[in-house]
Structures are given as C-alpha cells and as structure tokens.
C-alpha cells in the first residue's frame, strides 16, 4: 500500500486492478499513485526486466517527457518524443513512431509503452495495432480525461480530410496504468477537458451519478485525489462493462457511449482541429444533443434543464453558435461526414429519461430541427 496526501490528510491509498475481456483482447486496468517503473511493467506483462530478447519503445510528448523518464529510470530505453495537441494527430505523427520502433530494432515481441492522454493514446495504439501485424501495447494515462474515457476499450486513430479519428482501429492496451500524481501536473484547462467526459459518463449512469459529481465538483476541481480515484473508478467501471458487451461497437450499446460526439466533433473540425479542447467541445455537445433529444420528444425538459444547468455550473461554454464555430453550416457539413453515419442518415445519441439513446435524423423536418439547433439561417 501507498500513502498520499489529500484534503482530509494522509491517508492509506489502495491501488485498484480493474480486469476487462474485449472480444479477442485481455486488457488490466489499474489505478496508482505513481508512475509505474518499467520493470514493475515487464513483470506485469511476464517478462523479465533483465537480460530480455524483446524490445520496448516509450512514446511520450514534451509535457509527458518526465512522466517517461521516471518509468524508464537508469536503464536505457529508446524513447520516441512526438508534438503535442490534436493538429499532431494525424499519419506523419504515426509514421515517425513507426520509424522510431524499426530504428529500435523492435520485433513482433515489442512493447510499445505510450505515455500521455487521449491524442498519444490513440495514435500510439493505432501504430502498435499495425507495425508487423500487432504488437504489445502498454499505456500509462497521464490525463482526466485519458483516465475516465480514452484509454479504456481499445479505440485507436488519427484524423484526416479535417475529420476527427477517420482511420483507426480497435486495439485495447494489454495493461492500462492511471497513476493519478500525475493529474496534480496539469493546466486547469485540462483537468476541465476530461470532467466533461466524466460528466457524459454520469449522464449515462443516470441520475445518481450527475446528483454526486454536483455534490462533489469543488473537490474534483480542487485535485481531491480521493474524490477523482472514486470518480475515475465509477467511470472505468462503467465504460468498461458497456465496450465488453459491445467491443465494436456493433450492437449499439457501445455506441451510447458517444453522447453529444456527433456536435462535438463537428465543432472540433469547423473550428480547427486543436482549437477547443475535446473536453470543452463534448460539453458544447451534450447540451445540443439535449436540445435536440427534446425537440424529438426522447429527452424529457427536466432532464434536458438539470443538465444544461450542470454543464454551466462546471463552467463550460455552451452558447449557440460556439464562439469558436467559423461558419454554423461548417458544423453542418461535419456532420455529413461523421465516422458515426449509417446507411446516410446523420447518427445521434441524446439523454433520455435515466441514460440515453441513438436517433437517427430521415425526415426533412428532423433536418430542419437540426438546422434549427445549429442556429443555421
């Protein structure tokens, strides 16, 4: 056992191993305090720490950089630095860690070791997912919003033609770390990108869940480590039970998990990939998903005003249009293009009366609706 300081003082922390089945891959969830040593990991994975056939490539950004170098310790790892922020998401960011692993002489018994959030997650193991057919994968969540949603379940890509994640695959890291001192070094800005996902989460829940995030806001924003710990477990929890029964997302139950992604997405790419956060957009999003599931009679006002009032009480932008929105029809036009679409008919998920539920837009009048939420003229 470890111990940490919170706001009620020391206290004894317990590390807590989540394990998950994904169809075909076994993958051990665990939240720690600190960033885990690399042959803590070998020993997890079954390897030895010394004297091993195998190679591991870190893969880490500027600001994940000493996260890494507290892994690796005195032992030399190679160790692949990429550009932070979601306009370095893309191939050219894939291709120099691809590079990186041939240089490094890393065979099919690799280990990719991803240290960072959501944007060194999913190119991370979208790269692992195709050097020589699939390697091992490891990822140490250094982020809110990696811990409580990215990391878990396997989605893996990069963005293209301006879309968010257009190319990806589904490839869920053998071991997931969430060492949760490292939240204690990130911006404001970024703690706030990932409690929207955990609001999305506990919207999904259902009213308990948003009834305890309310209650505990200024503990989450104050770094109450316990109060995140309990949080990010609920949500590992939850996230991971919905993408095993579901782990492509084929029959429907995983998709929920996209609540107010379509608006999110669109913003993203109409403002600029990079521009907001994902965080920041997925709020703007659930509350025009609420918009939109009232005005197609599936989510109930009372609902829609709790949580509408919520997301502003947390403090996120939600007028309409965004002020980042270029062009209200951009928004449209991303909305064409969504990964998310079947058949041609624009895919939604909107809250409905305890989680939520898919809608799918056919009729020119649910256009219109939509248009009308958009505030497009």
């Given at each position: 056992?470890?111990?940490?300081?919170?706001?009620?003082?020391?206290?004894?922390?317990?590390?807590?191993?989540?394990?998950?089945?994904?169809g075909?891959?076994?993958?051990?969830?665990?939240?720690?305090?600190?960033t885990?040593?690399?042959?803590?990991?070998?020993?997890d994975?079954?390897?030895?720490?010394?004297?091993?056939?195998?190679?591991?490539?870190?893969?880490?950004?500027?600001?994940?950089?000493?996260?890494?170098?507290?892994?690796?310790?005195?032992?030399?790892?190679?160790?692949?630095?990429?550009?932070?922020?979601?306009?370095?998401?893309?191939?050219?960011?894939?291709?120099?860690?691809?590079?990186?692993?041939?240089?490094?002489?890393?065979g099919?018994?690799?280990?990719?070791?991803?240290?960072?959030?959501?944007?060194?997650?999913?190119?991370?193991?979208?790269?692992?997912?195709?050097?020589?057919?699939?390697?091992?994968?490891?990822?140490?969540?250094?982020?809110?919003?990696g811990?409580?949603?990215?990391?878990?379940?396997?989605?893996?890509?990069?963005?293209?033609?301006?879309?968010?994640?257009?190319?990806?695959?589904?490839y869920?890291?053998?071991?997931?770390?969430?060492?949760?001192?490292?939240?204690?070094?990130?911006?404001?800005?970024?703690?706030?990108?990932g409690?929207?996902?955990?609001?999305?989460?506990?919207?999904?829940?259902?009213?308990?869940?948003?009834?305890?995030?309310?209650?505990?806001?200024?503990?989450?924003?104050?770094?109450?480590?316990?109060?995140?710990?309990?949080?990010?477990?609920?949500?590992?929890?939850?996230?991971?039970?919905?993408?095993?029964?579901?782990?492509?997302?084929?029959?429907?139950?995983?998709?929920?998990?996209?609540?107010?992604?379509?608006?999110?997405?669109?913003?993203?790419?109409?403002?600029?990939?990079?521009?907001?956060?994902?965080?920041?957009?997925?709020?703007?999003?659930?509350?025009?998903?609420?918009?939109?599931?009232k005005?197609?009679?599936?989510?109930?006002?009372?609902?829609?005003?709790?949580?509408?009032?919520?997301?502003?009480?947390?403090?996120?932008?939600?007028?309409?249009?965004?002020?980042?929105a270029?062009?209200?029809?951009?928004?449209?036009?991303?909305?064409?293009?969504?990964?998310?679409?079947?058949?041609?008919?624009?895919?939604?998920?909107?809250?409905?009366?305890?989680?939520?539920?898919?809608?799918?837009l056919?009729?020119?009048?649910?256009?219109?609706?939509?248009?009308?939420?958009?505030?497009?003229?």
């Amino acid at each position: 056992m470890q111990k940490f300081r919170s706001g009620t003082g020391t206290v004894i922390f317990c590390p807590l191993i989540m394990k998950f089945t994904f169809g075909e891959y076994n993958s051990n969830v665990e939240i720690l305090e600190h960033t885990p040593q690399i042959c803590r990991i070998f020993a997890d994975l079954g390897l030895e720490c010394e004297n091993a056939s195998f190679k591991p490539l870190f893969i880490c950004d500027e600001n994940t950089l000493p996260h890494a170098k507290n892994a690796t310790g005195d032992l030399d790892v190679p160790v692949c630095q990429i550009k932070s922020g979601e306009e370095n998401k893309n191939w050219e960011t894939v291709q120099k860690i691809l590079t990186a692993a041939h240089e490094a002489g890393l065979g099919r018994d690799g280990v990719f070791i991803a240290v960072g959030g959501g944007v060194i997650g999913d190119l991370c193991g979208f790269a692992a997912s195709i050097y020589k057919r699939g390697c091992r994968y490891v990822l140490i969540s250094t982020t809110l919003l990696g811990m409580v949603d990215a990391s878990v379940g396997g989605k893996t890509g990069f963005d293209l033609f301006g879309i968010k994640n257009m190319i990806g695959t589904f490839y869920p890291a053998e071991r997931v770390y969430m060492p949760v001192n490292t939240l204690s070094t990130l911006p404001k800005k970024e703690i706030k990108s990932g409690m929207a996902e955990l609001i999305k989460t506990a919207i999904l829940c259902g009213d308990d869940f948003v009834d305890d995030l309310i209650f505990k806001k200024e503990k989450l924003f104050n770094n109450d480590i316990e109060t995140l710990k309990e949080c990010i477990e609920k949500a590992v929890k939850y996230k991971g039970s919905v993408v095993e029964s579901d782990p492509k997302e084929i029959s429907g139950k995983r998709f929920l998990l996209n609540l107010g992604h379509t608006f999110a997405h669109a913003l993203e790419s109409a403002s600029g990939l990079g521009s907001i956060t994902h965080g920041e957009a997925v709020a703007w999003g659930i509350v025009r998903a609420c918009e939109l599931g009232k005005e197609l009679g599936v989510t109930p006002f009372a609902r829609a005003q709790k949580i509408g009032d919520m997301i502003i009480s947390f403090g996120y932008e939600c007028a309409n249009p965004h002020p980042l929105a270029k062009d209200s029809k951009g928004l449209s036009n991303a909305m064409k293009s969504d990964k998310k679409n079947k058949s041609g008919k624009m895919t939604f998920v909107v809250p409905d009366t305890d989680s939520a539920k898919t809608v799918y837009l056919e009729t020119e009048n649910e256009k219109k609706t939509l248009e009308k939420i958009l505030a497009i003229n």
